[in-house]
């Protein structure tokens, strides 16, 4: 798990979350404890006032776990990676603190 603010003072109110998990490790519930663990760190936070995240549209698993977290889609690439041959899109989501 990384939060990583932004360089422009202007959007310090903003916070990118990334997160990741081995897939040995899926279905564990680490998933959940990590979003846990970013969001009651980035409410401590007092300057802080959004998460943001990128997830990859064949990610599905990770997309369904942020919907759950309260994050909304705010954004879509598409073709934004190609992984084996295939297009893969990215999904922008965010998620307001407090």
Not at 43 to 61: E, G, I, K, M, Y
Not at 66 to 82: A, I, L, N
Request: charged content about 25%; aromatic content about 10%.
């Amino acid at each position: 798990m990384d939060l990583s603010g932004g360089r422009l003072t202007s959007e310090m109110h903003r916070c990118e979350l990334g997160i990741g998990n081995e897939a040995a490790w899926c279905g564990r519930g680490l998933g959940p404890r990590l979003m846990r663990t970013a969001i009651e760190f980035a409410r401590a936070q007092p300057t802080l006032a959004w998460l943001d995240l990128h997830v990859l549209s064949s990610n599905q698993r990770a997309f369904r776990l942020y919907q759950r977290w309260g994050f909304s889609e705010t954004g879509f690439v598409r073709d934004r990676f190609r992984i084996a041959g295939e297009s893969v899109a990215d999904i922008g989501m965010s998620y307001k603190l407090g």
